[in-house]
């Protein structure tokens, strides 16, 4: 997304880019003899569809939650996958739950735990984000540049591959550019515009030199993950949808607000990582989870008149003065990304790599269309989140 709200320059990041000496290569183990795995981010977003997805495989899953003890840990995660409408899908009996922490040393396990996880696992999916569009990079340091040192050393140890979720975020914004590849170069840093895609970007090049020395990983680039096509469960601080909510809250559309946002169905990029991580010629790889075209202002009115939700537009001056006044607006506390600008865009994507490996699969990117828009909408009402349209 395009703001100018932090200001680091690229001297904030010259640290952090090196590899721990610790850190070597082994050869990458077959992928389809894989049983059991280690995920973290199981109490998120996209997590919770991983793990679904991966019970879906037949493997045990071996999840690293935060929680006061493992019962506590057992709730936080049974919780997530409630509100989430997954708890039904999930078969609980293969998931083994862990309390620790990503930043701390051994993931904040005991010895004798992480020794024995070390020799179960033979993959290790790292989904856990701290996301925050309004922090520093130098706040997300511990919780995304460290946390990847001790998944990296943690997958050395298990002499497992690592399949690091990072972001198309990594990319220096801009829509008019030709759409960015797996392979093309990411960054500068200090041309990202928030602290958080600053972080993953530190993250991916920790994981690419580990790569260079032989540590078998994968990286997935999501695009801005939206809800699941079937069921609609999405999450509601995603930045487009609480945008849509303070929109719906104030009853008025910004006219000519130059929004466009790549935003992709769960379920694929949750199924797309998945089974890449299953095929054999998938190690090694970059892929891209996202869009086959972006979805722009004008579209998600247009969305938001099919369901029922009658809006009429305003200038984003005013637009914005209606959100401002009323502090329990949704994008009350986001206003000043586009105070300056008054756009959010982000650069085009290329996937060939990813449709590629997954031809023959049977796993495409659903479109966002009136259909899969209204069962978004109809969750978020179950929800509370919405009104209903015409309420």
């Known amino acids: 997304m395009t703001s100018t709200m932090t200001t680091e320059g690229a001297e904030e990041f010259a640290g952090d880019v090196v590899l721990a000496d610790d850190i070597a290569g082994f050869p990458a183990p077959d992928p389809q003899t894989v049983s ?33 003890d493992t019962a506590a840990a057992r709730d936080r995660l049974a ?34 735990t992480y020794a024995g996880l070390a020799r179960r696992v033979g993959a290790v999916y790292h989904s856990a984000a701290k996301v925050n569009f309004l922090t520093l990079y130098k706040w997300l340091r511990k919780s995304t540049v460290q ?4 998944i990296l050393r943690f997958a050395c140890a298990a002499r497992a591959t690592l399949h690091h979720v990072s972001t198309t975020g990594v990319f220096e914004p801009g829509a008019d550019r030709p759409p960015r590849a797996e392979l093309d170069p990411t960054g500068p840093p200090e041309a990202l515009s928030l602290g958080y895609t600053k972080s993953k970007w530190v ?47 104030v009853g008025l559309y910004p006219r000519r607000f130059r929004l466009e946002m790549n935003m992709v169905p769960v379920d694929y990029v949750s199924a797309a990582i998945v089974a890449a991580s299953r095929l054999p010629e998938g190690t090694g790889g970059i892929y891209h989870q996202v869009s086959p075209r972006t979805l722009t202002s004008d579209e998600i009115l247009r969305l938001l008149r099919g369901v029922g939700y009658e809006l009429p537009e305003v200038s984003i001056l005013k637009w914005m003065k209606a959100v401002a006044a ?44 009136d259909k899969v828009f209204g069962i978004y909408v109809a969750y978020f009402v179950r929800q509370g989140v919405l009104p209903a349209p015409g309420a």
């Open 36 to 68: 059991e795995v280690f995920l973290t981010g199981a109490t998120g977003f996209l997590g919770a569809f991983l793990l679904r997805d991966l019970l879906r495989q037949g493997l045990v899953v071996h999840c690293l939650v935060r929680g006061a």
């Open 326 to 369: 009323d502090l329990t607006n949704s994008m009350a506390p986001l206003l000043s990304i586009l105070v300056e600008s008054e756009k959010v865009e982000v650069a085009r994507f290329a996937d060939e790599a990813t449709r590629d490996l997954l031809d023959g699969t049977g796993i495409v990117c659903p479109d966002i269309d």
């Open 203 to 249: 993250a991916e090049q920790l994981v690419l030199e580990a790569s260079r020395r032989g540590v078998p990983v994968t990286i997935h680039r999501p695009g801005q993950v939206w809800g699941d096509s079937v069921t609609g469960a999405c999450q509601p601080n995603d930045f487009v949808w609480r945008f849509i909510k303070g929109a719906v809250q």
């Open 147 to 150: 946390a990847t040192h001790g």
């Open 79 to 112: 919780a997530n996958l409630r509100a989430l409408e997954l708890l039904d899908d999930v078969d609980l009996d293969r998931v083994r739950v862990y309390t620790g922490d990503v930043t701390k040393p051994r993931l904040g396990l005991a010895e004798d």
